[in-house]
Nanobody, 114 residues
């Protein structure tokens, strides 16, 4: 069974940068799309960024130009480099992978203070 484990969340000030990592393990099949979603208190979960196995990316408009998603297929890792962080980026960020079905990580808290 595929498991996703995120790391790298924390507390930063507005304008600073933060990186998230997600390690996938237990997959017997190639992992297709990987990515990140986030959920702020009182709000629905929303897409942050997705990346295909071939490297094609898709970003939410709110993070375009500030966040960069990347992956290492050999290591089954996906990364999210976040810069120019804003208080509205505060949320629990969850790793996502599609391997036959959808798999979700537990999430990591990102808090951006004003």
């Amino acid at each position: 069974q595929v498991q996703l484990v995120e790391s790298g969340g924390g507390l930063v000030q507005a304008g600073e940068s933060l990186s998230l990592s997600c390690a996938a393990s237990g997959s017997r099949f190639s992992i297709n799309t990987m990515g990140w979603y986030r959920q702020a208190p009182g709000k629905q979960r929303e897409l942050v960024a997705l990346i295909s196995r071939g490297g094609s990316t898709n970003y939410a408009d709110s993070v375009k130009g500030r966040f960069t998603i990347s992956r290492d297929n050999a290591k089954n890792m996906v990364y999210l480099q976040m810069s120019s962080l804003k208080p509205e980026d505060t949320a629990v960020y969850s790793c996502y992978a599609r391997v036959l079905g959808e798999v979700w990580g537990q999430g990591t808290q990102v808090t951006v203070s004003a």
